[in-house]
Every structure is written in structure tokens, then in C-alpha cells.
T-cell receptor, first 115, second 113 residues
Framework: EPEVTQTPSHQVTQMGQEVILRCVPI?????FYWYRQILGQKVEFLVS????????KSEIFDDQFSVERPDGSNFTLKIRSTKLEDSAMYFC?????????????FGQGTRLTVV | QKEVEQDPGPLSVPEGAIVSLNCTYS??????FMWYRQYSRKGPELLMY????GNKEDGRFTAQVDKSSKYISLFIRDSQPSDSATYLC?????????????FGIGTKLQVIP
């Protein structure tokens, strides 16, 4: 069964460093998302991406964050200058749509630890 | 008021019990209702999806939506230890034509053998 793949599974970085989180969505999906989950808190929407541009972003997704789909398969989330509070699980999701509705599939997540 | 309210639990039940998990919501624009299961340190996994009021059954799982009361439920029959996980309700409304899912905090369920 097709799945969303995220790498790395765990990333440790020093405060102020740039990190890039990578995702390979399901191949025939067209809508892509990043979510995060701080330990013990709920899963929160960050950004949605369609047709090579951001379609919606939350207030969390400030100028330190960016997304791109550089080669038509990978979907990346970049955090330019990490802060301690960026430590969280980051989930990528891709979505398929049909006459029956819509369904988002999540990757296994990247655990980001900022020290 | 939060958009989606969900009791975080934890909820402990004996094996074989019927489990009832619930969420309430305040945003009338929500049209799609989902239940996700999340094992520890894993991504959410879609269990059930519905977009209308009423019941939807899939094996041991039944999802129930009451739009008039803004209340959704997930029932698990004959619960198993492998059902032990966190259950997230999730909802979405068409936002600029694209789905943005709003999650509840999740209810941690433990099924005791």
C-alpha cells in the first residue's frame, strides 16, 4: 500500500541552525500538508501546498518557515533559525480526493529536537 | 471556546468492553469528520471518515455524527489490547477549496488484557 515517507526520523539541531525536513508524498496525490505536534499537545496545522504554492498557512508558520517541492516528488519544510520551542514531531500529509470525499494520509513523522 | 473539544483521558477498559470516545465542536462550517488512531511516537492513521450525520460502521468500529448537537462519537466493540492508542477526532471545512484538518487533543485509551 502506498505511504507517505518522511526523513529523517529524528533530527537533533542546535538553536539557531537551519533544518530541512523531507517528505515523499503518495505519488498521485496533489495536496500536501505539514502539521506539528509538540509533546503532550494536539496535532496542529502548519501549511497546505497545492500546484507548487502555499494555499493556506497558520499563524505558527511565520517567516522562519518555508516549504517547497523542488523536484516534483519531495516536499520539504525548512526552518531557517530554529528555536527551542520548535522541538516537536513534524508530520507530512498528502491528500487524495474523489467523488466520495477526501482523505489525508500521514507520514510517520520527524522528531525535531532543538538544543 | 475551542473549535474542537476532546477529553484527553486516559481511559482504561478491560478487554472485550465497548469503548465510547467523543468530541464536541463549535464551528458549524465543519463538514468532514474523521477519527485517527495514533500509536506512541507514530503518525496519525485514518480509521473512519464521514461527512454526514448518522452512523458509519467498519468492522468493530462505528462512527457517529450529530451535526445538530455538534457532537461526534467513535465506538469500538470487543476492544482488544492492540486497540491501546491515542484516538484523535478531526474535522475539516472547505477553506479556500482545500482541506485543513483541525484535530482534537486525543483520548488515550488503554485496553487491559
Amino acid at each position: 500500500e502506498p505511504e507517505v515517507t518522511q526523513t529523517p526520523s529524528h533530527q537533533v539541531t542546535q538553536m539557531g541552525q537551519e533544518v530541512i525536513l523531507r517528505c515523499v508524498p503518495i505519488s498521485n496525490h496533489l495536496y500536501f500538508y505539514w502539521y506539528r505536534q509538540i509533546l503532550g499537545q494536539k496535532v496542529e496545522f502548519l501549511v497546505s501546498f497545492y500546484n507548487n504554492e502555499i494555499s493556506e498557512k497558520s499563524e505558527i508558520f511565520d517567516d522562519q518557515f518555508s516549504v517547497e517541492r523542488p523536484d516534483g516528488s519531495n516536499f520539504t519544510l525548512k526552518i531557517r533559525s530554529t528555536k527551542l520551542e520548535d522541538s516537536a514531531m513534524y508530520f507530512c500529509a498528502s491528500e487524495r480526493r474523489g467523488s466520495w470525499g477526501t482523505e489525508a494520509f500521514f507520514g510517520q513523522g520527524t522528531r525535531l529536537t532543538v538544543v | 471556546q475551542k473549535e474542537v473539544e476532546q477529553d484527553p483521558g486516559p481511559l482504561s477498559v478491560p478487554e472485550g468492553a465497548i469503548v465510547s470516545l467523543n468530541c464536541t465542536y463549535s464551528n458549524s462550517a465543519f463538514q468532514y469528520f474523521m477519527w485517527y488512531r495514533q500509536y506512541s511516537r507514530k503518525g496519525p492513521e485514518l480509521l473512519m471518515y464521514t461527512y454526514s450525520s448518522g452512523n458509519k460502521e467498519d468492522g468493530r468500529f462505528t462512527a457517529q455524527v450529530d451535526k445538530s448537537s455538534k457532537y461526534i462519537s467513535l465506538f469500538i466493540r470487543d476492544s482488544q489490547p492492540s486497540d491501546s492508542a491515542t484516538y484523535l477526532c478531526a474535522m475539516s471545512a472547505r477553506s479556500g477549496g482545500y482541506q485543513k484538518v483541525t484535530f482534537g487533543i486525543g483520548t488515550k485509551l488503554q485496553v487491559i488484557p
